[in-house]
């Protein structure tokens, strides 16, 4: 297998795009990444997506935007992977360049979710969750999630505060990102004050929907040549759970991000220790406490613990959400493995905006997840030596 480098990155800000269609999204932002990486031609796409059929009616999304972009012809793809369909694709254009197959392939993650109703749009999310046995009851994202967060607050005996400094630190982060959807800092007071959506889960607990499309260009690293940008990809590995929370032994327990995360460092090389800032999937404040722990990095408890101090924050040990994550940058689901995937090229390369830069980054760690953690992706990226 070849070694795989990303040259070109492009995103669209995060917003309610009423003015512009799904591929129109997709498109502004491969060509953002074509531009970025000085490259007008590409033998491969593959574009992550999860709704587009269900919220806007368009399916066959490989050949559309294929087209729209000006490639026909060219081999075209749509990977679903639920919430973490933006890495799957990521990791299936990875595999197209490494196995030498294709020699320059553009991923493109896009979703539209703000043209419905809430309730449609809630409705359309619930098909990542088990259709027999759990959305047929009425379960949601939200409340599979508080399922999970009221188990670990009885397991050990901790307070809502406490998850209160993970959105408060995306939010300060994504502050300085113009691309994120919510560029405002939030207070412990806001976060204690916020509506409760299911209990323990409030408002400022949830990663907003939103629209977005995010992009990047994929070429062997021996063509890279003097490309002080190109960041090497060092993995990219996917791990998988039951759908549904009932079938687990432990509840607790993401297997499907241990697996995915030692499979990621083992391809890799490397261990938690020598990563350099991490992108978690923080669709909901518990999920980024249980991915820390299920990554390797610390217990779950000492990951609340660490939040108070300082740990996770730009200067701290372990930066995360250095761009806002889902909670302060938005969540379009489809786009989001995507979106995490640039920022980290941002990172890599110290083209970050300068307040969120984390200095001297070498390996940084994105992590996709879909459904309540049945599908997860892991991808590691290295700068260039």
């Known amino acids: 297998m070849r070694k795989v480098a990303i040259i ?10 009423w003015g512009k269609s799904l591929r129109e999204l997709a498109v502004d932002a491969l060509w953002q990444a074509l531009e ?20 806007s009616e368009q399916e066959h999304l490989g050949a559309l935007i294929a087209d729209f972009a000006g490639f026909p012809g060219v081999e075209a793809v749509k990977v679903e992977g639920a919430c973490a369909s933006g890495a ?29 109703s809430g309730w449609h749009t809630t409705s ?16 949601t994202f939200v409340a599979l999630n508080a399922l999970v967060k009221q188990r670990f607050m009885y397991e050990h005996q901790v307070s809502k505060e406490q998850f209160a400094y993970f959105p408060m630190l995306a939010h300060q982060n994504a502050v300085h990102n113009p691309q994120a959807m919510f560029r405002k800092p939030i207070t412990i007071e806001q976060y204690l004050k916020a509506k409760m959506i299911a209990e323990p889960i409030n408002l400022l607990d ?3 929907i939103a629209d977005g499309a995010a992009a990047v260009i994929l070429v062997p690293w021996d063509d890279v040549g003097k490309n002080s940008q190109a960041i090497e990809v060092l993995a990219c590995e996917v791990g998988t759970d039951t759908i549904a929370l009932h ?18 460092f083992a391809t890799a090389g490397i261990t938690p220790q020598d990563i350099s800032f991490f992108e978690p999937h923080d669709a909901f404040s ?47 689901v489809g786009a989001t493995g995507v979106y995490q995937i640039v920022e980290a ?41």
């Open 206 to 208: 949830s990663s907003p």
């Open 247 to 264: 079938d687990r032994q432990e509840m607790l327990q993401m297997k499907g991000i241990e697996i995915s995360a030692q499979r990621a």
């Open 286 to 332: 518990i999920m980024t406490v249980l991915s820390l722990q299920a990554s390797g990095f610390m217990s779950a408890i000492e990951a609340l613990n660490h939040a108070r101090n300082g740990y996770f924050t730009i200067d701290g040990t372990l930066p995360i959400c250095t761009m806002g994550g889902l909670k302060g940058r938005g969540h379009p």
């Open 345 to 385: 090229v941002l990172q890599l390369r110290g083209a970050a905006p300068k307040a969120i830069q984390v200095k001297n980054p070498r390996y940084g760690l994105t992590q996709n997840v879909g459904g309540t953690g049945a599908t997860v992706v892991t991808t590691i990226l290295r700068r260039k030596d």
């Open 36 to 55: 970025d990486a000085n490259r007008n031609e590409i033998d491969g796409l593959v574009v992550g997506n999860m709704l587009s059929g269900t919220l």
């Open 8 to 17: 070109g990155i492009g995103q669209v800000p995060v917003r309610e795009h």
């Open 88 to 116: 799957a694709a990521f990791r299936q254009g990875l595999l197209a360049v490494a196995s030498g197959q294709k020699n320059c392939v553009a991923v493109v993650g896009v979703e539209k979710l703000t043209e419905r």
């Open 124 to 139: 359309a999310l619930a098909t990542a969750a088990d259709a027999d046995f759990e959305t047929s009851v009425g379960l």
